[in-house]
């Protein structure tokens, strides 16, 4: 299924301990990228809040369609998908509102101290 940029999109991520498990995620990726690999750049959205470093907090404004749960982005729990992994496309985050969330990542995950 063919994705854009600021996507929200229903995955098997791989998390951190190694199992496969689905998720949503927002893809981070432009759509050029898309295209040519066919996989994009996502990053995984939790319904389990926590108050950290590495959380972004979404608010239903920030989406195209409401959140049934509160949601964060997992800002550190990055991944190439391929686009036939995807299950579902649950609408988008606003351009605005992305812009700041890769504004955080690049904050929290590629800083260089």
Known sequence: MKV??????EVNFL??????????VVVLS?????EYEDAFIGVMLSSTTTDDEFSFHLDNEMMSKPSKKQ????????????ENQVIAKHGFLRKKH????????????????
Do not use: T
């Open 71 to 82: 949601c964060q982005v997992r800002c550190q729990l990055l991944s190439l998908i391929p």
């Open 98 to 113: 992305l812009k700041d969330l890769i504004a955080k990542i690049n904050d929290c995950v590629f800083n260089i101290e």
């Open 15 to 24: 998390l951190p301990d190694g199992i496969f498990k689905p998720h949503p």
């Open 4 to 9: 854009s940029q600021g996507d929200i999109a």
């Open 30 to 34: 432009n759509n050029s990228v898309n």
